[in-house]
């Protein structure tokens, strides 16, 4: 019986705005995914404060941003706990509202600056493959980092790249052309 209750609310959620890309998210809807992240942030007695850093009408995603004292934790480690945190506020505010919503959610800048690390080290990669002509096998990368790497490398001349592996295994192959 729960699984059926579930798959309507699943239905509901998917007819109601079948097509995401056609309504923009508004201001009402970052305002409630703040409050639900600050609440479940409260919950878990961390200190902190959650601000609405932008809304991209554009591409339909709320940006928010965590401030406070206990942002490492908030954070964890390699950024899994704000991965963790991204997934259950989007799921969270998706059924509070009714239909799908892309929310971001940062800390202090930790992923701008996560991202500009992640380019530099694929760069570094992409150039040692040119200069040496052999192909480089990446640590094991989450899809959004995986997508990054690839997105650098489809830029420059004289390489390609192709993910193997399965899972939490899954790496980037920078190879020459």
């Avoid at 798959?7 to 998210?25: F, H, L, M, P, Q």
């Avoid at 509070?96 to 991202?115: A, F, M, V």
């Avoid at 380019?119 to 989450?142: C, D, F, H, Q, W």
């Avoid at 790497?149 to 420059?156: D, M, P, S, T």
Wanted: hydrophobic share 35%.
């Amino acid at each position: 019986m729960f699984w059926n209750k579930k798959n309507e609310d699943e239905n509901k959620i998917e007819t109601e705005r079948s097509n995401e890309d056609e309504v923009a998210v508004t201001q009402k809807e970052a305002e409630a995914a703040k409050g639900i992240l600050q609440n479940l942030l409260n919950t878990m007695e961390f200190i902190t404060s959650v601000a609405i850093d932008e809304i991209d009408k554009q591409n339909n995603i709320i940006h928010l941003d965590i401030t406070g004292d206990d942002l490492g934790k908030v954070i964890g480690r390699d950024g899994a706990t704000l991965d963790a945190l991204q997934y259950l506020i989007r799921i969270m505010v998706s059924r509070e509202l009714g239909y799908r919503i892309k929310i971001k959610l940062d800390s202090n800048g930790y992923r701008q600056k996560k991202e500009e690390t992640l380019i530099r080290y694929a760069k570094s990669a992409i150039n040692s493959v040119k200069s040496t002509g052999k192909e480089i096998i990446l640590e094991p990368m989450n899809p959004s980092e995986r997508r990054q790497v690839h997105l650098v490398a489809a830029e420059i001349d004289g390489v390609e790249t192709n993910s193997q592996g399965e899972g939490k295994e899954r790496r980037v192959v920078i190879s020459p052309v």
